[in-house]
Nanobody, 118 residues
Framework: QVRLVESGGGLVQPGGSLRLSCTAS????????MYWYRQPPGKQREFVAS???????TYADSVKGRFTISADKTNNTVYLQMNSLKPEDTAVYYC????????????WGQGTQVTVSS
């Protein structure tokens, strides 16, 4: 069983920055793909970014150039650096870990609230 714990959310003004962290209870980055998703108020959960080991980084078009995903294997932590934040970035942000082979295995964090407002 893998536990994912997010932190770093909060209230920030438009144009500001936040860094989210997702710490796994065990070392999984060599096997699992790590994702960040978000769920804006009243909307469905949506993809934000993903990282596969030390390469294979992907971003949603809405955050390209503003958000950066990275991983620290020594601390079992994935980060999401969010810059130039906009009110439409307001959402609950979730960390997700997925293993595809030899069989699918998946874990979610509890989520952390990010509010962008003046």
């Amino acid at each position: 069983q893998v536990r994912l714990v997010e932190s770093g959310g909060g209230l920030v003004q438009p144009g500001g920055s936040l860094r989210l962290s997702c710490t796994a209870s065990v070392s999984i980055f060599t096997v699992y793909t790590m994702y960040w998703y978000r769920q804006p108020p009243g909307k469905q959960r949506e993809f934000v970014a993903s990282i596969i080991r030390d390469y294979g980084i992907t971003y949603a078009d809405s955050v390209k150039g503003r958000f950066t995903i990275s991983a620290d294997k020594t601390n079992n932590t994935v980060y999401l650096q969010m810059n130039s934040l906009k009110p439409e970035d307001t959402a609950v942000y979730y960390c997700n870990a997925v293993r595809f082979l030899p069989s699918r295995d998946e874990y979610w964090g509890q989520g952390t609230q990010v509010t962008v407002s003046s």
